[in-house]
């Protein structure tokens, strides 16, 4: 047997398995799962045997197989789930996952899919090398075929499946002890994770794909705040990425991981926690956040506070000094104009009305002695509130407006270059202020390129292209018009995985779909607890958990924040009428006057909505004739029918 740190039930070399008594082997498996339910007892006695006999014919047949290793329920490190069986052959990895059926369903399809996907994508070991996935129905006789990328099949057949495999490899296997190393396995954190581990350690999990698109970014903002201080100058910031390419995370890095901790100045003898602050006008962001740091001290404000509280308390006193020199703006894109910054502020003591929320941020900015940057982290296509739809020009008038214009220096990609031309205030160009690769979904990188199909209505074949490299690299398009079915793939789906976070998400604007069971109405909605709705397990008290998909998220309690998978209600207030996009069935504004572009806020709601699953997005159109042609453009763009 390999010594190792990583959790699994059993391992060793096919000869070893072949000739060791089941239940010698259901000993091992049920000391190492101590909960195991009497079923998966049984599953094991009854499975064990048949694994035997199948590596058993392999051995007979293939002498270089007296090398190859079988793993039974090996733990993925940092993480609670556990692929039944892992072989370890000359040439590929391949993952079984046993099922006690005759025939598989969706939801064992794509289970099994997933943890091909996650080992290909985060596995040392498995980086440039094959991953299989083959589903077991252990009733099943023969192969039954591919679906979604993943070979079904019967026990009897797994043999003939490993021997095709192996015949032409030249690659070896791989050697057990560098599949179970403890450090091979760094999966991509959830945000909350990010944030979990940045509170605690003070860095972040280093995981290669992550870090070949993000640490350029990261390199160059401590480059610019180094030098910035350095030269007691001023800066603004603009970093730029797609939705899921990990701005926050940037952001969160950057105040952080030690990288600015030599920048803390003394002020007034004292000297601050960190030179930076990072903040959010996402409230349910910053409840999440606070909600599940609150353990570390002070409600998990150190970490990340909100807007709002800071404009007001900065705004209220011009001798209120910020005592950080970076500050830094998640969604800088979505700033409030004047006049909501007005609504919001209005009855805050001393506070200077005609002022947007960039030109409040410079403003304090300036007040800040030495140097100072401002870091704004900006989406695309991400404004869903009234009063968010003057964009980035804002930051432009507000550093034209400062009484120091002359002391301040711009930086940012390329593509914003035009919007700051011609300006008084320089502007520096920076490719790595540029995020273009989404992390968020795995292995799938078109996500962003779909959605955008989807909304601007390209033609259904170009997004049924870019559906299918999203499900050959693990991405999960589902689609239903029966709710129940859809909540049930789900709660299938990820029953093994209690650490999975999947929850219900609707449109704002929609006024149909609680007569179908989806509570997205304003007086459900804003009765949600946003950090136990994402933070909370299946069992805690007071069952908040998204898992029970019982409550609804609407855009903006989703905005900036990520599950597993969503299952989206799809609404009525963006329908498919005769080929376009048709929003007449939404429910008005209250201040009409206030929107620019309703259409427009209605696309970029559903652009968030359908960007929150990391592993999935499952759709449920309801039964109304109303939404029959929206179905079918969904099902023909891609969609796969549960």
Known sequence: MVESEARYGWESDFPLFRRTETRIIRGRLEAFIRDASIEQVRAWQ??????????????????????????????LPMETRRPDVVLLVRGPVIVLELKGKDAPSQADVDQAAAYARDLQCYHRACDGRRVVPILVP???KGRLGTRSGVEIMGPDAVDGAVEELTTSASEPAVAAHDFLAEAAYRPLPTLVEAARELMQRGDLRRIHRAAATTDPAVAELSRIIHEAAAKKERRLVLLTGLPGAGKTLVGLRTVHAHFLDDLAVPRDGTKPTAPAVFLSGNGPLVEVLQYELRAAGGGGKTFVRDVKNYVKRYSSRRNHVPPEHVLVFDEAQRAYDAEQVQAKHARTHGFEAG????????????????????????GQGQEIHVGEEGGIVQWRVAIEGSENRDAWQIHGPPALATAFAGGSTGFVVCADLNL??????????????FVCGLLESAQECENATIAARLERDGYHLRIARDLDCCREYLRERYAEDPGARFGLVASSRDRDLEGFGVPNGYQDTKRVRHGPWYGDAENAEGRFSCRHLRTCLTEFGAQGLE????????????ARTRGSWSIARARAYARRNRVRDAFQLRLNAYRVLMTRGRDATVVFVPPLSALDETFRYLVESGYREL
């Open 46 to 75: 009854a499975s064990i045997p048949q694994l035997q006999h199948e590596i058993g014919e392999v051995l007979d047949r293939d002498a270089a197989a007296a090398g190859y290793t079988a793993i039974l329920e090996y733990e």
């Open 138 to 140: 252990m009733r099943a």
């Open 355 to 378: 002022k947007s929320e960039p030109e409040h941020f410079i403003e304090f900015a300036d007040r800040i002695p030495d140097w100072c940057v401002v870091l704004g982290l900006i």
């Open 436 to 449: 273009d690769t989404e992390i968020r979904f795995h292995l799938a990188s078109d996500i962003h390129r």
């Open 563 to 574: 599950l597993d998978a969503v299952l989206l209600a799809w609404g009525t207030d963006l």
